[in-house]
């Protein structure tokens, strides 16, 4: 009996050895990454946290895209006394990409004009707000604020890697849903398409947005749209 006992004891701490080890590594990589650069976020904090995990492990695959962009993350705009903040922005010459993170499982069904989407699990139905929609609005808040047309800008619908996008209904030229994964294929298609920023402005306003983003993580002050 204490044999097996002494057994057990010594599996569960090189078990919890093993785990610590790992989470040390993952750290010390988080620490090092661009979303940290930009974010500042502890990673205790965002590890708590699904959305930022989400974004984050999206971020690992934007820092590696092989033409010239920069990226900002949790990005506030203000809109008629509001605040829409973007999950993510990816400013490039070939336009501005605005990412939207969308943590459902399972089936996904939608259509750009119905105001909900449908997940289905296990058996279960849920519904949620139409992620173009949603997007769309935070498009318009950063075009009006950055004063550049609609054009400039492209929507994209990043889902978790375990959702199935089983009936999508997309219509709109500037919006691409896929899931998180898929995205270096989306981006791998964008790098041969003209430019529609001069890399001037690009810079111009990656400094507006990194200077609220900035400020807003001092004052933390940001109403999420």
Request: proline share 4%; aromatic share 12%.
């Amino acid at each position: 009996m204490e044999t097996v006992l002494l057994y057990t004891v010594c599996i569960c701490v090189i078990v919890a050895l093993a785990f610590c080890a790992r989470v040390a590594v993952y750290r010390q990589r988080y620490y090092k990454s661009g979303y940290y650069e930009k974010t500042s976020l502890p990673f205790a904090k965002m590890m708590l946290k699904k959305e930022h995990r989400s974004i984050y492990r999206l971020s690992c695959l934007l820092e590696a895209l092989t033409f010239e962009h920069e990226i900002l993350y949790h990005c506030p705009v203000p809109k008629a006394g509001r605040v829409a903040v973007m999950d993510c922005l990816v400013l490039s010459c070939k336009g501005i990409y605005v990412i939207i993170n969308e943590n459902y499982c399972g089936d996904i069904s939608g259509d750009e004009k119905h105001s909900e989407w449908r997940v289905e699990r296990r058996g279960r139905t849920r519904y949620f707000e139409n992620p173009v929609k949603k997007n769309h609005y935070r498009i318009d808040a950063l075009c009006t604020y950055l004063d550049i047309p609609d054009r400039c800008c492209k929507s994209i619908i990043a889902f978790h890697t375990g959702a199935v996008l089983k009936s999508i209904r997309i219509k709109s030229s500037r919006t691409f849903v896929t899931r998180a994964k898929d995205l270096d294929i989306y981006f791998e298609s964008e790098k041969n398409k003209p430019d529609v920023l001069p890399a001037s402005d690009l810079y111009s306003y990656y400094g507006r947005l990194r200077r609220m983003a900035a400020a807003d993580a001092r004052n933390e002050c940001s109403e999420p749209l």
